[in-house]
């Protein structure tokens, strides 16, 4: 998620890999500290 983020250039809205799936889910994050995003199956994650 973390690098999907840093190679985006800050983008709010990721395609992220998943390696476990072989999908690339959607992924809707917040601005700020700390970043939230959604999406996938019901994913959450939260970046420091």
């Known amino acids: 998620m973390r690098d999907a983020y840093e190679s ?9 890999y998943s390696p476990i799936t072989g999908q690339t889910y959607t992924m809707n994050c917040s601005s ?9 199956n019901n994913a959450q994650v939260t970046i420091r």
């Open 8 to 16: 985006s250039g800050g983008a709010t809205t990721l395609g992220v």
């Open 32 to 40: 700020g500290i700390p970043m939230v995003c959604a999406g996938g």
